[in-house]
C-alpha cells in the first residue's frame, strides 16, 4: 500500500532495503553487445540512422568552431536518457529520470564544464555575452543581472524541466489507475483507452525531453567557443 503519492518514485526495493532499482540505468549496456554482430539486425541500423541525424544536426548547432568528436557526448546523453525515459513506461522497472539526484549529476557537471573553458580561453566572449548587442547604457547593469542570474539558473532549468516532466505523466497515470477497482465495467473500458492514450503521450514527452536535452546542452556548449 502507498504511504503517500510520490512513494511510486522512492528508490528502494525489497532486497536488504537496498536502493538497488538505480540499477535499471545500467539496463541499457546489455544492448551494446549486438554492435559488434557480423550482421547488424534491422532495429540496429535504425538506432544508427537516427545517432547519425543527431550527430549532424548537434554539428550544425556547434558550428565550425567546435572542436572533433564533441557531438558524441551529447549524442550518447540523447541516448541515455531516452533510454531511462522509456524504461520508466514499463510496469515495476524504476524511472531514474525522475530523480533530480540523475538529472542534476548531468546537467551540473555539463554546465560547469562549459563556464570554466569559456571563462578561462575566451574571457572576453563571456563578457561579450553578458550584455546583448544594441543594449542602451543605462541598461546595462540590468542586463548584466539579469543575464548573469539567467545563466546560473540552466543547469536546474535543465534538471527540474526532465524531472518535472517524468514524474507529471507518471503521476496521472498511477492515479487513473487507482481509480479502477472502484469504477463500472463501462467506466473501466472508458479508463482503459485514456490509459493507452496517455501512455502513448508519455513514449512522445519521454522522446521529446531527452532531444530537448541534449540540443540544450549542445546550445550552452556553442555559446562559450
Not at 572576453?124 to 539579469?146: D, E, N, R, S
Request: proline share 5%; aromatic share 12%.
Amino acid at each position: 500500500m502507498m504511504t503517500n503519492l510520490f512513494s511510486v518514485f522512492d528508490p528502494s526495493s525489497s532486497i536488504f532495503n537496498l536502493s538497488l532499482n538505480w540499477l535499471s540505468t545500467f539496463l541499457g549496456i546489455l544492448m551494446i553487445p549486438s554492435m559488434y554482430w557480423l550482421m547488424p539486425s534491422r532495429y540496429h541500423i535504425f538506432w544508427n540512422n537516427i545517432l547519425l541525424t543527431l550527430h549532424k544536426e548537434f554539428k550544425t548547432l556547434l558550428g565550425p568552431m567546435g572542436a572533433n568528436g564533441s557531438t558524441f557526448i551529447f549524442v550518447s546523453l540523447f541516448s541515455m536518457i531516452l533510454f531511462n525515459n522509456f524504461m520508466g513506461l514499463f510496469p515495476y522497472i524504476f524511472t531514474s529520470t525522475s530523480h533530480l539526484t540523475l538529472t542534476l549529476t548531468l546537467a551540473l557537471p555539463l554546465w560547469l564544464c562549459f563556464m570554466l573553458y569559456g571563462w578561462i580561453n575566451n574571457t572576453q566572449h563571456m563578457f561579450a555575452h553578458l550584455v546583448p548587442q544594441g543594449t542602451p547604457a543605462i541598461l546595462m547593469p540590468f542586463m548584466v543581472c539579469i543575464e548573469t542570474i539567467s545563466n546560473v539558473i540552466r543547469p536546474g532549468t535543465l534538471a527540474v524541466r526532465l524531472t518535472a516532466n517524468m514524474i507529471a505523466g507518471h503521476l496521472l497515470l498511477t492515479l487513473l489507475g487507482n481509480t479502477g477497482p472502484s469504477l463500472s465495467m463501462m467506466l473501466i473500458s472508458f479508463l482503459i483507452i485514456t490509459q493507452i492514450a496517455l501512455l502513448v503521450l508519455e513514449s512522445a514527452v519521454a522522446m521529446i525531453q531527452s532531444y530537448v536535452f541534449a540540443v540544450l546542452s549542445t546550445l550552452y556548449s556553442s555559446e562559450v567557443n
